[in-house]
């Protein structure tokens, strides 16, 4: 449809105040006045204009929704609200009246569309939209597009104004709020796009009706005054606000700014948080939102930065997608409006480099301006424990890198948080490995193919629950092939486990954790420990997994390493001819046992090449171990599941279990001179020497004939208690939690 005449406007010299929501009129002129002095910022609003006058070009397209995720409708109305958002940065910077127009004109078709429209015909979601098969995609909308209407508000008539917010915007925030209670009024991400939607559109239309439900939530029992504190939110029996923007920020994150769904979940909820923050510093500065909590969403950006891995690539917590990157479009706003808000750290500017663009407003043009004055930093990404749960009391995730030289990175990313609610996985005491290249032992992520329309719409497939939240689907010990909490999210809910120790300073860092319900008989500790020794060309990673039990068992510890098997120490028989599923459930359906072995000795050995490097696992085995290699890919008939290769160490019929590894990279290969360097390990032999409920002691050496100790207390991690082992006619003694020596 091509783009209607112009109609009356009314008089621009009034006094407005709009653009008030993210853009300023103080904000516009700045930027308006220097132009030509961030060539960054210049460079984005080229591709905006190129980009929008292109969609100007082919109409405006306001298709009746039918789509599921990845469907043209879907993708077509997504596609309207990012164009409608920069058309009205582009009317703003440029005075161009035809970016307001196609703005008005969309609009005034969706005001047309909406009181008509029914619930999205897919009705697969436990909040339906109307214009999306989910209300949260309808929110996303109302963000985007609340900030159009604000650009090209003095450019509409009065009567316009009336119908776009007769007829569109007051219905559509009604139907997302008191409409959807459900979706509404709850600690979620879905939630936070929510009260951000109807929040936004409120304060353009000055609705404070509207503001009050997003900031506080609904108020369900209207028969009964709910209890509200100082600033206006629900107040539950533990304290924390029950409903609304504010009890998201009390209730999502931790007092350092974990976000409890996992940084993949925070990536996407973060431009919510910022963008309703920054308008509400813009239109109620008395709620001092953007400093809320001890500056929660200033720790939030952070904590952001500093989950991902050498490449800026996001840790896979929970439902992630792999790949997802602070090159994202919500990472990018984060980053501006951090460094606009909250102290101009030239580190940011460092991140802004890399992501290779800003955003349009005045944070973005304040990034772009400084990073053509050279002010950038190198972004330093430190080892770090961060608290989960709102108190900080909910167990948490440990960040330790050992080397920030790009040539031998080493990072352990160790799980033992909360649940993290719907999108939370069964994975406690698990982690995951990288350095430069990306993984070396990979959390899964995710079971979906997101605004893939192929699979499944785009939506979370079902091996999702079957496979992905599973516990055999991380590295992480599984007990009798059942997973944690039972693989069910309400006992989930109720538990976490427990930091024992941790430091992230110096050559040898520590993390040490423990869970006493993830299995109802059982308790498990894991302390891992990342060594930086010239001994070795990289760093190394030492892994004692304990399990002590009141009854007999059988304990799985996978590996996810990633790459091709290339050497083992022991033989195992391979399946040639038929391949058979592990188990019946708890995941492990999914996995063909395709090769099973035993050790030799004492020590199992793997070794494997990925993206060009030469990695070793040694393990510390009895006679009476299984070792199976397992693939992922059988229950899979539509090929949901990536088919990736799996070391398993079974101990069977044992009370207590003790699993102790160390995996160490070691060489590379040159495919240009195809010289292989150092592609064997570095490790001769690992031995325990003691282990009971109250200590472990293990031994390593090298090739080189140098040995090690690692004494570890189980019991007692202060920091001054005196402890002593004796083994043979050696006494071991040491101070602390932990020593290597």
């Known amino acids: 449809m091509a783009a209607k005449e112009v109609k009356p406007m009314v008089d621009k010299s009034n006094t407005s105040n709009h653009p008030n929501l993210i853009l300023t009129k103080e904000g516009v002129a700045s930027i308006k006045a220097s132009l030509g002095k961030a060539p960054l910022f210049d460079e984005a609003l080229s591709n905006s204009i190129t980009k929008v006058d292109a969609e100007i070009s082919t109409g405006i397209h306001v298709p009746i929704p039918k789509d599921m995720s990845g469907g043209y409708t879907h993708q077509r109305h997504k596609k309207n609200w990012f164009i409608m958002q920069e058309a009205g940065v582009l009317y703003q910077v440029t005075g161009e009246d035809k970016y307001a127009i196609y703005i008005r004109d969309m609009l005034?078709?969706?005001?047309?569309?909406?009181?008509?429209?029914?619930?999205?015909?897919?009705?697969?979601?436990?909040?339906?939209?109307?214009?999306?098969?989910?209300?949260?995609?309808?929110?996303?909308?109302?963000?985007?597009?609340?900030?159009?209407?604000?650009a090209i508000y003095d450019f509409c008539t009065v009567e316009e104004r009336t119908k776009l917010e007769k007829d569109l915007f007051r219905p559509y925030a009604d139907f997302l709020s008191t409409g959807n209670p459900k979706f509404f009024n709850r600690i979620h991400n879905h939630s936070t796009w929510g009260n951000a939607a109807v929040g936004m559109i409120g304060l353009v239309m000055n609705d404070q009706e509207l503001v009050d439900r997003a900031l506080y939530g609904l108020q369900m029992d209207a028969n009964k005054k709910n209890e509200r504190d100082n600033d206006g939110g629900l107040i539950r029996p533990d304290g924390l606000k029950k409903a609304g923007f504010l009890a998201q920020l009390d209730g999502s994150f931790s007092p350092d700014g974990y976000f409890t769904e996992g940084p993949y979940y925070l990536r996407y909820a973060i431009f919510p948080f910022l963008q309703f923050g920054k308008a509400l510093a813009n239109n109620r500065p008395e709620l001092g939102i953007l400093t809320y909590r001890d500056n929660i969403l200033k720790k939030a950006v952070y904590a952001l930065l500093y989950q991902t891995d050498k490449n800026g690539l996001f840790f896979p917590i929970n439902d992630a997608q792999k790949g997802m990157s602070w090159k994202a479009r919500e990472v990018i706003m984060a980053v501006d409006l951090a460094y606009q808000h909250y102290g101009e750290d030239p580190m940011l500017l460092s991140v802004a480099q890399k992501q290779g663009t800003v955003i349009l407003d005045e944070a973005g043009f304040m990034v772009a301006r400084d990073l053509a004055k050279g002010l950038a930093q190198p972004m330093k990404q430190k080892s770090i424990a961060y608290k989960d749960g709102a108190d900080g009391k909910q167990g948490g995730v440990a960040i330790l890198r050992n080397n920030t030289a790009v040539e031998n990175e080493l990072c352990l990313v160790m799980k033992y948080s909360e649940q993290g609610m719907g999108h939370g996985h069964?994975?406690?005491?698990?982690?995951?490995?990288?350095?430069?290249?990306?993984?070396?032992?990979?959390?899964?992520?995710?079971?979906?193919?997101?605004?893939?329309?192929?699979?499944?719409?785009?939506?979370?497939?079902?091996?999702?629950?079957?496979?992905?939240?599973?516990?055999?689907?991380?590295?992480?010990?599984?007990?009798?092939?059942?997973?944690?909490?039972?693989?069910?999210?309400?006992?989930?809910?109720?538990?976490?486990?427990?930091?024992?120790?941790?430091?992230?300073?110096?050559?040898?860092?520590?993390?040490?954790?423990?869970?006493?319900?993830?299995?109802?008989?059982?308790?498990?500790?894991?302390?891992?420990?990342?060594?930086?020794?010239?001994?070795?060309?990289?760093?190394?990673?030492?892994?004692?997994?304990?399990?002590?039990?009141?009854?007999?068992?059988?304990?799985?510890?996978?590996?996810?390493?990633?790459?091709?098997?290339?050497?083992?120490?022991?033989?195992?028989?391979?399946?040639?001819?038929?391949?058979?599923?592990?188990?019946?459930?708890?995941?492990?359906?999914?996995?063909?046992?395709?090769?099973?072995?035993?050790?030799?000795?004492?020590?199992a050995h793997i070794n494997w090449f990925s993206n060009g490097k030469f990695y070793s696992m040694t393990s510390a085995v009895s006679a009476d171990d299984e070792l199976i290699f397992a693939r992922l890919g059988a229950n899979d008939p539509e090929y949901n599941l990536r088919h990736d290769p799996a070391f398993i160490i079974r101990k069977k019929d044992a009370k207590d279990a003790t699993f102790v590894s160390i995996i160490e990279p070691h060489g590379g290969y040159n495919r240009v001179t195809e010289l292989a360097e150092h592609p064997f390990t570095s490790v001769e032999k690992l031995s325990i020497l003691h282990d009971d409920a109250t200590y472990t002691v293990i031994q390593f050496s090298n090739k080189a004939g140098k040995e090690w100790t690692l004494m570890l207390a189980h019991q007692d991690a202060s920091e001054n208690s005196q402890h002593k082992v004796k083994i043979g006619d050696k006494q071991l003694e040491w101070t602390g939690a932990y020593k290597l020596k």
């Not at 005034?108 to 697969?124: C, F, K, N, Q, V």
């Not at 909308?141 to 604000?150: F, I, P, T």
């Not at 038929?578 to 000795?601: C, F, I, P, R, S």
């Open 426 to 603: 069964f994975d406690k005491l698990s982690y995951s490995l990288y350095d430069e290249t990306g993984e070396i032992m990979q959390d899964y992520g995710a079971a979906r193919w997101v605004n893939i329309d192929q699979k499944g719409g785009g939506r979370y497939l079902k091996e999702n629950n079957t496979w992905a939240k599973q516990s055999i689907a991380h590295n992480t010990l599984v007990i009798d092939e059942t997973a944690h909490y039972n693989g069910d999210i309400r006992i989930g809910e109720k538990h976490h486990p427990d930091l024992y120790y941790f430091n992230g300073t110096g050559d040898v860092q520590v993390v040490s954790t423990k869970s006493k319900n993830a299995y109802e008989d059982s308790e498990l500790h894991r302390t891992m420990v990342l060594v930086k020794d010239e001994n070795f060309r990289h760093p190394i990673l030492i892994d004692v997994f304990k399990a002590t039990s009141e009854n007999k068992h059988q304990y799985d510890l996978p590996i996810w390493f990633q790459g091709h098997l290339l050497l083992t120490n022991f033989e195992y028989d391979t399946e040639m001819t038929t391949l058979n599923k592990m188990g019946d459930g708890h995941g492990y359906q999914h996995l063909w046992k395709e090769a099973v072995g035993k050790a030799k000795g004492d020590n």
């Open 108 to 150: 005034l078709e969706y005001a047309e569309m909406y009181p008509t429209l029914p619930i999205h015909p897919t009705d697969r979601s436990y909040a339906t939209g109307k214009i999306f098969w989910q209300c949260l995609n309808d929110s996303n909308w109302l963000v985007y597009v609340s900030q159009a209407y604000d």
